[in-house]
């Protein structure tokens, strides 16, 4: 039988206080002459899909704010046609009663 002995590579772990003394110095390295930093390709996409997010969640808040304004006008739509049904049903009602007892 072989032996198989797996060697993983070694890396060297820094200390915290020494990493957090370097990232000051890496982000000067950086900095472009008008203060900008440059971003990571990866943070430029975050951004991107975060303003299409945010475009379309304002897409959603006024379709939301439409249906609304349109089932607020059915609901009063609805009772005024139930109020006038009512109405007339009641006016007509007493005039059955009439007819029905004359027989």
């Keep these: 039988m072989q032996s198989h002995d797996l060697r993983l590579p070694v890396f060297p772990v820094v200390p915290l206080a020494e990493k957090r003394a370097t990232q000051p110095a890496e982000l ?3 900095a472009k002459p008008n203060g900008e930093v440059d971003m990571e390709p990866r943070v ?3 951004e991107t899909h975060l303003k299409y ?3 379309d969640m304002e897409e959603v808040r006024s379709d939301v704010k439409t249906i609304k304004h349109r089932l607020a006008y059915s ?3 609805t009772a005024v046609v139930l109020g006038l049904l ?3 049903a009641n006016s007509r009602f007493d005039q059955l009663v009439t007819l029905l007892l004359a027989h």
Excluded: D, T
Aim: zero cysteines.
């Design 86 to 88: 009512g109405w007339i």
């Design 28 to 30: 000067k390295n950086s």
């Design 75 to 77: 609901a009063g739509g």
């Design 53 to 55: 997010i945010r475009r």
């Design 44 to 46: 430029v996409e975050l």
